[in-house]
């Protein structure tokens, strides 16, 4: 069993953070960052093609952090490989010793740095959760058996803050049937969204991490609002950075009130800060 | 129908490069309906080959061009012009730029480019709703195609890049899984929110296809 998911079991508050690999084939800086990472750091999200940009393969980054002793998150989506990709891949992470996984559907091509790349979207998050799923019990997705079963510990994304609430709810909800095993959300600003989401996602008896992004300042707080899907940074966080000296303190200032926040509502927190690792230990006391 | 449109003239010239005499072909279904391939796209065609030095031994407009024997019948009554034509340049969708290729040893040339099954809002103004994936799941879907209309064609609910009800990959556009739950709503259904659809079978549309009905 990994660190990370015994430690939601016992219901531990769990921190997570987030390592991209690099574009390109020198993977020290990726290691360094992950290194220097504070103690109360559990487990490393390793992205996959994040935001439709093409980096290395996340598998090579969290089989190298398992050997340091790191343990990784891998992330996988369903937007660039089909049904038997996304198998052999979860097959060979299991054998490198990968447990922990996040599964997305991924964001679409179009935006990314190889818009004329074909989409795959052979599965949807939900039934790359089932294949998953079919996995562990020692059978791939054509209802062959394996030689042996990978242990996964499987999550999925959510989006607390996405309207319509109910819509967003039944996807949910069938990750929570297609055993999800944790949820990581979406960077939360608002205390009242997210209890409104904790409410509904409590009976389901899945963990949930809240996602927590370092505002750098003013300008990434508005661009974060007109461009990332499902993030509403509310005006008055917009005005404290604006208004600050040294934003990147006002930035770190209201990290801590989120986790503070998640640790009223939440089992953990997920901890997106986008270069400044050095300032996880002030956002974490 | 079939929505297709010309290929670009300049791409189209460097196809016809070293061929002088041509046999135009056209058809009277989907590329005359999209203003592609019907009578009056031949004759324009005629001259611009005209302006460009090529010699036109003679045309014809199918029917429907995806009609394989049909073809074969009017290629036969046109023998004399294909024979004297260096190529062939057919103004129909791919499948009747086949239905040609199947039925005559010359060069083919195709001088459209097809682009979807589409519905047809006004002439001129075509959406595609149906991807013609085998295993048809409107009846859970409220009518509504998440195969076509979401850009993702996900199956269980929208993703997370959903904002405002509008799609992550094209803000213009409606999210296909927002029509849906609407529309489900207002029929007082749960329809595909009550199952967890598992993944895809592929399989059932056949590629190659070939069917006996
Ligand atoms: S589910 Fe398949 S057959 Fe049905 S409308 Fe969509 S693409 Fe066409
Ligand atoms: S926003 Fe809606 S339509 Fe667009 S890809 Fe996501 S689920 Fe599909």
Same mark, same amino acid.
């Given at each position: ?5 015994? !430690? ?270 050095? !300032? ?6 | 129908? @079939? ?58 407009? @199918?029917?429907?061009?995806?009609? @394989? ?145």
């Amino acid at each position: 069993m990994s660190h990370f998911s015994e !430690r939601l079991a016992g219901g531990e508050f769990v921190v997570t953070a987030e390592i991209a690999p690099p574009k390109g084939v020198a993977l020290d800086l990726a290691l360094g960052q992950a290194d220097a990472l504070p103690a109360e750091v559990v487990a490393v999200n390793v992205t996959d093609n994040q935001s439709a940009n093409m980096r290395m393969a996340p598998l090579a980054l969290a089989a190298l952090l398992r050997q340091r002793g790191v343990e990784p998150i891998l992330q996988m989506t369903c937007r660039d490989r089909n049904r038997m990709a996304l198998q052999a891949d979860l097959l060979a992470a299991a054998a490198l010793g990968i447990e922990n996984l996040l599964l997305l559907s991924g964001d679409h091509p179009r935006f990314g740095d190889h818009p004329q790349a074909r989409p795959v979207f052979d599965l949807d998050s939900v039934q790359l959760l089932q294949a998953v799923q079919a996995l562990m019990a020692g059978r791939d997705l054509a209802g062959r058996a394996l030689t042996s079963a990978p242990v996964f510990c499987p999550g999925a994304a959510v989006t607390p803050e996405a309207e319509p609430f109910d819509l967003m709810f039944q996807k949910v909800q069938k990750k929570a049937a297609a055993g999800a095993r944790f949820f990581q959300t979406q960077a939360v600003f608002s205390e009242e969204a997210l209890a409104r989401f904790m409410e509904h996602v409590r009976p389901l008896g899945v963990p949930v991490v809240m996602g927590v992004l370092l505002l750098k300042n003013a300008r990434m707080a508005r661009f974060l609002n007109e461009h990332i899907p499902g993030v509403r940074v509310p005006s008055d966080l917009i005005n404290r950075l604006a208004l600050a000296e040294d934003p990147l303190r006002e930035g770190v200032e209201i990290a801590r009130g989120l986790v503070a926040t998640a640790r009223r509502h939440c089992q953990g927190v997920h901890l997106m800060t986008l270069g400044c690792e050095d !300032r996880i230990s002030e956002i974490l006391c | 129908m @079939i929505i297709s449109r010309q290929k670009d003239k300049a791409e189209l010239l460097h196809h016809l490069e070293g061929k002088h005499k041509l046999f135009l072909v056209g058809c009277a279904a989907c590329a005359t309906a999209c203003k592609a391939g019907g009578e009056e796209e031949i004759f324009q065609m005629q001259d611009w080959l005209a302006a460009h030095d090529r010699e036109v031994t003679g045309s014809v407009v @199918i029917q429907e061009a995806c009609h @394989i024997m049909r073809v074969a019948r009017d290629l036969r009554q046109h023998r004399t012009a294909v024979q004297e034509a260096d190529a062939l340049l057919v103004l129909t969708c791919g499948a009747g730029v086949q239905s040609l290729s199947a039925n005559t040893e010359k060069r083919v040339i195709g001088a459209l480019d097809s682009l979807f099954l589409g519905n047809v809002r006004r002439l001129g103004q075509y959406e595609e709703k149906c991807s013609l994936c085998g295993d048809c799941i409107l009846n859970e879907t409220a009518g509504i195609c998440p195969v076509t209309n979401c850009a993702k064609s996900l199956l269980n609910g929208p993703c997370g890049g959903m904002e405002d009800g509008r799609c992550e990959a094209d803000r213009d556009n409606d999210c296909a899984w927002l029509l849906i739950y609407e529309r489900l709503t207002r029929q007082g259904r749960q329809g595909v929110f009550a199952r967890v659809v598992p993944n895809k079978d592929w399989g059932r549309r056949h590629q190659p296809g070939r069917h006996r009905l």
